[in-house]
């Protein structure tokens, strides 16, 4: 940078352009608000959506800078946020929506409500990998499901992001975890901890040879499609939940409901878009933070590494489907 007002951001001006880097006036926190020295941009396929302008639920006109996750350092805070002091080390989920600055920048003014402190014993690389998924796997499991000790809990795409976390999760509360992936994700899933349930089995075969064919009490769906329909079928008689972050399909209800069972959705961009809510979001990460510490719940991620001026490859390996983790940007 050449004047210290100022900041180097990627900016994408239409759907389907390239990431432009430019230098763009450093922003101001307003009241509520706190001034983030970013780190490190996390990666989401929710990022690629917007850039392809596919994701209008998300509320992001472009042209704009994309990037929901981050990890950083509070730089300023704004009128009337006590809680936070310049030299902090913060993780969020708190950009690139609504309109707002993405996390794909030297700095952005955030919401003060939907920041926690970083966890000790993570980067600030791996943290801004965690904040979108472990959001979306904890309102599901914690929030809408209340999982505990002695469940049994199937976690569809347990290798993936959101899945991934929601193994951990489920773990951590005591239940007996089971999760569906491809042959090659076997091993990451079972070193999660889950028993491992090739994604091409009949949801018969594995509802009877796992739960002596009364269903799993918690059914998290993170793929949808056929999937979730799958999921109704998977659901314990009376007492099963089913949960998705992926359920925009046409579905029919009624297998889930000659079970007995229910059914959450889950959007975790409402605190963002609506201004309701977005205090849990902190109270969330914070809580997480302590599994975090303790050593119960860890990213998987991409070993390679990125920075603005290669964020376009890592944009195009998020496109791919071919990352092996979570997709950082360093700052």
């Known amino acids: 940078m050449t004047d210290s007002l100022e900041m180097r951001a990627l900016i994408i001006d239409s759907a389907n352009a390239p990431l432009r880097l430019v230098s763009m006036a450093r922003p101001t926190p307003q009241a509520g608000q706190v001034l983030v020295r970013i780190k490190a941009s996390g990666l989401n396929p929710l990022d690629g959506k917007i850039r392809a302008g596919q994701a209008a639920h998300a509320h992001q006109p472009l042209p704009a800078t994309v990037g929901i996750d981050l990890a950083g350092i509070v730089e300023a805070v704004g009128e009337g946020v006590s809680d936070w002091r310049p030299g902090d080390e913060v993780y969020a989920m708190a950009t690139g929506i609504g309109g707002a600055q993405g996390s794909l920048a030297e700095y952005a003014a955030v919401d003060a409500r939907l920041l926690a402190p970083k966890p000790g014993n993570l980067s600030a690389r791996e943290a801004a990998g965690l904040p979108l998924v472990l959001i979306t796997a904890w309102e599901g499991l914690v929030d809408r499901a209340r999982v505990r000790e002695g469940q049994k809990v199937l976690i569809h795409g347990g290798a993936g992001g959101v899945g991934h976390v929601a193994v951990q999760i489920a773990r951590a509360f005591g239940a007996e975890v089971f999760a ?76 889930l409901s000659f079970r007995g069972a229910t059914y ?14 977005r205090e849990h979001h902190g109270q969330i990460l914070r809580e997480a933070t302590r599994l975090i510490e303790a050593g119960s719940l860890r990213p998987l991620m991409d070993p390679r590494t990125f920075t603005l001026e290669t964020a376009e490859s890592a944009h195009e390996l998020l496109g791919s489907g071919a990352a092996q983790g979570r997709l950082v940007v360093d700052i």
């Not at 018969?204 to 056929?226: C, K, M, N, S, W």
């Not at 959007?267 to 309701?276: A, C, I, K, S």
Request: aromatic share 10%; hydrophobic share 40%; with cysteine.
């Open 180 to 255: 569906t992936g491809a042959a090659r994700h076997q091993a990451t899933i079972e070193g999660f901890g889950a028993t491992f349930i090739d994604r091409r089995s009949p949801v018969e075969q594995y509802v009877a040879q796992h739960t002596a064919g009364e269903g799993f009490d918690i059914v998290y769906d993170t793929v949808g499609g056929e999937t979730l329909d799958a999921s109704f079928k998977a659901a314990r008689v009376y007492h099963g939940h089913v949960l998705s972050c992926l359920g925009w399909g046409q579905h029919s209800l009624a297998p």
């Open 264 to 277: 959450s959705g889950v959007f975790t961009l409402l605190p963002l878009l609506t201004g309701v809510g």
